[in-house]
């Protein structure tokens, strides 16, 4: 399979996963509004409420995870050449602007990229990876880097936190007028047919929340297939990238100020690695393993 190949089947995935966003979000706002004799009012104010808290996120959230992370910088190219240079000439390569380049002090190898578009990027990149990996290694690690920056992911994954939002939203709403006051649907006064829609709202505002975050985390696993995939077209070596996050699945050291608001921005989850199947069904990232062997299935 070629790296082509990895892009376009990630990207259609992401379409799906987002698609089905959608639908449960529309699904949401029928049976609550029915159900509370509402109207589509509150998925309306649910959306204007996550919107609001979203862009104030999406305008100041690089801000706080390079402050979360303990990231020193912007460096300049003087206080840290090497580092400086690779994302310099991988930037270049890329098409991109020149984004701030920040060192966290950790031990832990890891890196993240944030920002809101290619013109406000920065990547982050731990002193421990600078230090463990060698510079096939490292360039791919800032490839991944540049490729989530390039692909507009940090914007992608704001719209699909404002999906998340509204679904939670609208599940605490239904069950603050469901239960301690608000109007009911006069269908529901009518006869069963209420009762029963009444009863599916219920069952909604208890799953939706947990399927809109599964939704989240698989939308951002596939975009770190994709952004591995996108780095290797920049680097044109696959097992630099490979060898470096072997490297960091033998560490098994977490990020001594990692937080889990930001853990999808890294290009490893900054905790220890876990084992297991809900492990993995509720990790921002894809087991190391699997994308080791994606990477090396590349042609």
């Not at 912007?74 to 000439?89: F, G, M, Q």
């Not at 701030?100 to 990876?129: C, E, L, M, W």
């Not at 990692?258 to 999808?264: C, G, P, R, S």
């Amino acid at each position: 399979m070629t790296a082509y190949n990895q892009i376009a089947s990630n990207k259609r995935r992401t379409i799906i996963l987002i698609a089905l966003f959608v639908i449960v979000i529309i699904a949401l706002g029928y049976v609550f509004s029915q159900a509370m004799d509402y109207g589509w009012g509150g998925v309306i104010l649910a959306t204007i409420l996550s919107v609001v808290m979203s862009l104030v996120s999406y305008y100041s959230g690089d801000k706080l995870a390079l402050l979360t992370a303990g990231a020193k910088g912007p460096i300049k190219k003087e206080e840290n050449a090497y580092a400086y240079r690779l994302v310099e000439n991988l930037a270049i390569t890329a098409g991109l602007p020149m984004p701030k380049v920040y060192i966290i002090p950790d031990s832990a190898i890891n890196a993240f990229a944030t920002g809101r578009d290619p013109k406000h990027a920065s990547i982050a990149i731990t002193q421990g990876a600078i230090a463990n990996l060698e510079n096939e290694e490292l360039e791919g690690v800032v490839a991944h880097e540049l490729a989530h920056i390039k692909n507009y992911d940090i914007r992608l994954m704001m719209i699909v936190i404002i999906c998340v939002s509204i679904t939670t939203l609208l599940a605490n709403w239904f069950f603050r007028f469901s239960f301690f006051g608000g109007r009911r649907s006069s269908n529901r006064n009518g006869g069963g047919a209420g009762i029963i829609l009444l009863l599916i709202g219920i069952v909604l505002a208890i799953l939706s929340p947990v399927a809109a975050k599964l939704i989240q985390l698989a939308i951002s696993r596939k975009r770190e297939f994709m952004a591995d995939a996108s780095g290797v077209l920049l680097t044109r070596y696959p097992e630099g990238l490979a060898k470096a996050l072997e490297k960091i699945n033998q560490q098994d050291l977490p990020l001594m100020r990692a937080n889990k608001a930001t853990a999808h921005l890294y290009i490893s989850n900054p905790f220890a690695h876990k084992k297991g199947f809900f492990s993995k069904m509720f990790s921002t990232h894809p087991p190391i393993e699997e994308r080791v062997k994606a990477l090396r299935s590349i042609a």
